[in-house]
């Protein structure tokens, strides 16, 4: 990914936020294998575990994917075939090569429309896409083995806390103020859950690092960037609400930049 200086973000804070925010993730991987293809994605939803006493800690992703996905079995082939040569026990269920995971917030489309300021005068403008994304990096350990408990305490365990983030974070069923409360793993038969769970792998990805950028038309000429803000606000979406509400943040934030630098 490039990360200009106008568009990079270094606050691990605000790449962790990000993805809490928008936890369906694209799971990356590259494995050599005669039955699939080397490079494989998912779209997937993660939980972000991150110890709040450790100061910059990068944390660890927990996710589950289906068995029967093609990119699951190339990782569950690739574990098993390289046993033999594994260094250690507890390196068993470990994947070799490097995992990346893709998280991706509010994007859309820029007209040069929006360039109010450039466009009547020279005419030197194109079309864009706004968008902010985090790129994260790390080392997967694989829970296939349906045999060993710690594969079903450890999708128990996921199971609960991803429906708990998206139930109360994104349905907004809080129990509290008068909403709904949240579905739970535990109103389903336990059978069934035990069922539905021999059907997925465990994922659990120790972060190594993350990239992130938001690309919201800082680079612009501030006449240029208020006719983005209002652009997007005329639209009248969700969408362009929030895409115009980043756009004007970024901005204030360049400009706040501009006037310490200049001092």
Known sequence: MQLRADHVETRLAVLQELVRE????????????????????????????????????????????????????????????????????????????EVLVIFTAAHHYVTPKFYVETKPTTGKVVPTWNYSAVQVYGKA???????????????????????????????????????????KITDAPDKYVEIKKKGIVGLEITVDAFEGKVKMSQELRKGDRDGVVEGFRKLDTDLGRAVAKTVEERGEMKEAQKEQQAK
């Not at 305490?153 to 991803?162: N, R, S």
């Not at 429906?163 to 109360?168: D, P, T, V």
Request: proline letters at 8%; a negative charge.
């Open 141 to 183: 350990r694989v829970y296939h083995l349906s045999s060993d408990p710690a594969t079903g305490e450890f999708l128990q365990k996921q199971l609960h806390d991803l429906s708990q983030l998206c139930e109360k974070g994104i349905m907004g069923y809080t129990g509290e103020d008068g909403r709904q409360s949240s579905w």
């Open 22 to 97: 928008n936890p369906l993730g694209q799971f990356t991987t590259a494995i050599p294998s005669p039955n699939t293809r080397t490079l494989q994605s998912s779209h997937i939803p993660w939980v972000l575990d991150v110890d709040p006493t450790k100061p910059g800690d990068l944390g660890v992703l927990r996710g589950h994917l289906a068995r029967n996905n093609p990119q699951c079995k190339a990782i569950i082939e690739s574990l098993t075939s390289s046993s033999s040569s594994s260094p250690s026990e507890s390196d068993l269920n470990v994947l070799e090569s």
